[in-house]
């Protein structure tokens, strides 16, 4: 089993910055994917970034503002979030997969979620 739980969201105005904070407990369970997702009011949840096999990858929205980056030592994925846009303001969540199949960019590969964290970016 994975347990996932965010921390960190918050209100930020445009321009700045929030980090949020995955914990993961993992209990021998070999996971393939880590990413995080966001669900913005009416609209669909999207990927926002993951890491695979040591290597970070960005949806174009954020590339270049956002940061994934996992430390070992506290079990945590953290992604760090510049130059926040009122575009930003969703639920984020914090995902996993063991499957060791499909594609890290859709969240049907994940098969545990966290319970989400709030970013509300004003103008």
């Known amino acids: 089993q994975v347990q996932l739980a965010e921390s960190g969201g918050g209100s930020v105005q445009a321009g700045g910055s929030l980090r949020l904070s995955c914990a993961v407990s993992?209990?021998?369970?070999?996971?393939?994917?880590m990413g995080w997702f966001r669900q913005a009011p009416g609209k669909e949840r999207e990927w926002v970034a993951n890491?695979?096999?040591?290597?970070?990858y960005y949806a174009a929205s954020v590339k270049g503002r956002f940061t994934i980056s996992q430390d070992n030592a506290q079990n945590r994925i953290n992604l760090q979030m510049d130059s926040l846009k009122p575009e930003d303001t969703a639920m984020y969540y914090c995902?996993?997969?063991?499957?060791?199949?499909?594609?890290?960019?859709?969240?049907?590969?994940?098969?545990?979620w966290g319970q989400g964290t709030q970013v509300t970016v004003s103008s």
């Open positions: 995902a996993a997969s063991s499957r060791r199949s499909g594609s890290c960019v859709a969240q049907t590969t994940y098969n545990y």
């Open positions: 993992r209990y021998s369970v070999s996971v393939d994917c």
């Open positions: 890491f695979a096999r040591s290597n970070s």
